[in-house]
């Protein structure tokens, strides 16, 4: 039996890290065969460097942080487009600890350059597997592409009203190094969440962000697995 697949991941994060926390927890309880060695966020006050903080001293992690933002590594952008300068400082910084897999969880900027010219899927991909660069988003694809947070909620709670078979979800999907447009690339897993007639965006916000910690950790594991299965490592 071969030796299983136990890469170096790179987070990347904007937000306060609760699908991230979930996440190191599986880790740590064996659950997903990783080591997570960087965090990088370009919200130098996002919550996510604490998640980091804590799950490192909990556990006896030695996940290294960064902080890289377009006001760090300024550049030409539209201002929701991550800068070249960023992306390439991305790229050195998670060179440094051997990172192979990258995973966005909550990264709020469109990605140019680097980051996914050496990590995206290709152009000329066989299978999305070749990724090394995945995404999570809250909603279902290609339906909430562009979309964030409770704003996807709040979509689907206004379209119920004219498409009532419209559906909340989470989704875990590749992301190619061909396009800077935000939510695009094969889905690896999707899974729909009820909506509740009582439902407002913060109560089916807070049901997708329940369904994220469940699956994300599960659905990256069937992802490994499977790359390692195609000879992709």
Known sequence: MSELYRP????LASGSGTTLRFFLHAIAA?????????????NSKGGAFQVAERTNQQYGLEIATRHI????????????????EASAAMVRAFKEVDVGIVIMMGFMKRLQGEILEVFGLPENWEHAHETNLLNTHPGLLPL???????????????????????????????VPAFSTEY??????????????????????????QDTEKVWVPRDFQDYLNLKQELGLT
């Open 69 to 84: 933002s377009n006001a760090t590594h300024p550049g030409e952008t539209d201002g929701k487009l991550l800068t070249k």
């Open 183 to 208: 939510d695009v690339g094969p889905t690896f897993a999707e899974h729909e969440v009820p909506v509740m007639p009582w439902d407002d965006p913060d109560t089916l916000f807070d049901a997708v």
């Open 144 to 174: 909430t592409a562009g979309m964030w947070g409770k704003h996807i909620q709040e979509f689907v709670l206004e379209r119920r009203k004219t498409h009532p078979e419209t559906q909340a979800g989470q989704t875990l999907h590749a």
């Open 30 to 42: 064996g659950n997903v065969s990783a080591n997570v060695a960087m965090l990088i966020s370009n």
């Open 8 to 11: 170096n991941v790179g987070i």
